[in-house]
């Protein structure tokens, strides 16, 4: 299975970049990564996915070493909103899928 | 469309009670997954199918746990003889494709099943 690492928690101010690396040593050759926001009493939601390189949508980049054995969840410019807490989650290549405990962001103005 | 659909979204039962878990997924969705993810915890794979079938229940606690799925759409888990570590939120999620070699379809979750067993 593949086993993620990541930080339990991280402090931003509004209006800063917040980078949240995850590390996946073990990650398959056909998995991709992809990135879960989870707001209290609610169930994760996607927020991005990708390969390899770097992959932009309109809430956050995600960058992705040549190795694949990390990745970065790029948040531009966070407000109180993003407080929440982020998962990452490299497909294990079977049937289970791993989620660890995710990294709280907390926001502060 | 709508999204995943879970019910109730509360339950307190009394410990050594079976209680019943139903989830509806998005339409025209054949992975379903169940998790549990317990106060301040990360999630806890339980089970996923594929259609009907549940080609993986590895992450089902104990025998207590049990989970169908019906028609290709709605699943219920099943958790009898309650105890009080059963006390979670169960969350449910879809997928428009399983966990086949090259599919990485992201999974849309429900907002759970919160129970508590007293």
């Known amino acids: 299975l593949a086993k993620t690492t990541q930080p339990i928690s991280m402090d931003s101010y509004e209006g800063q970049e917040v980078n949240i690396t995850c590390s996946h040593n073990n990650i398959a050759t056909n998995d991709y990564i992809t990135w879960y926001q989870q707001f209290p009493s609610q169930g994760p939601r996607f927020i991005i996915q990708?390969?390899?390189t770097k992959v932009t949508n309109e809430v956050a980049s995600l960058f992705i070493p040549a190795d694949r054995k990390s990745s970065t969840l790029s948040l531009p410019r966070v407000s109180l909103s993003d407080t929440a807490v982020y998962y990452c989650l490299p497909r294990a290549g079977s049937y289970q899928l791993t989620f660890g405990k995710g990294t709280k962001l907390s926001v502060i103005p | 469309g709508a999204g995943v659909s879970q019910s109730p979204s509360n339950k307190v039962t009394e410990k050594g009670k079976d209680v019943e878990l139903r989830c509806d997924p998005i339409?025209?969705?054949?992975?379903l997954y169940w998790y549990r993810q317990s106060l301040g915890q990360g999630l806890e794979f339980l089970i996923y199918?594929?259609?009907?079938?549940?080609?993986?229940k590895s992450g089902l606690p104990s025998d207590r746990f049990s989970a169908e799925r019906t028609g290709g759409s709605v699943s219920t888990l099943t958790i009898q003889r309650t105890q009080q570590e059963d006390s979670a939120v169960y969350l449910c999620?879809?997928?428009?494709?399983?966990?086949?070699?090259?599919?990485?379809?992201?999974?849309?979750f429900g907002d759970g099943t919160r129970l508590s067993i007293l």
């Open positions: 339409s025209g969705h054949t992975a």
């Open positions: 990708g390969y390899k």
């Open positions: 999620a879809s997928s428009l494709a399983g966990l086949a070699v090259n599919s990485n379809q992201p999974q849309h």
């Open positions: 199918f594929q259609g009907n079938s549940a080609p993986d």
